[in-house]
């Protein structure tokens, strides 16, 4: 996938990687459904990151709702 400033991490790798994300930008996390990007986004609050949302349902849902994110 060819997206301007997207860094895509699996979430099994996420712990290890934390050092390819810049903490001074917002970050947001997503997957299909919603499950990983929101686990993505409790270890990312836990690293000390300050600016992060998840997409809340995931792509599929993004495909009905547009663009909302929801941060929590």
């Known amino acids: 996938m060819d997206v301007p400033g997207l860094v895509a991490i699996p979430l099994g790798k996420l ?10 930008k917002e970050t947001i996390t997503l997957c299909k459904i919603g499950l990983r990007s929101y686990e993505a986004y ?8 300050k600016n992060v949302r998840f997409m809340d349902g995931g792509l599929d849902m993004w495909t009905y709702e547009g663009d909302d994110l929801k941060a929590k």
Do not use: T, Y
């Not at 712990?15 to 001074?24: K, P, T, V, Y």
């Not at 409790?42 to 990151?49: E, H, N, Q, T, V």
């Open 42 to 49: 409790r270890i990312l609050k836990g690293a000390g990151f």
């Open 15 to 24: 712990r290890e990687s934390l050092n390819e994300l810049d903490r001074g």
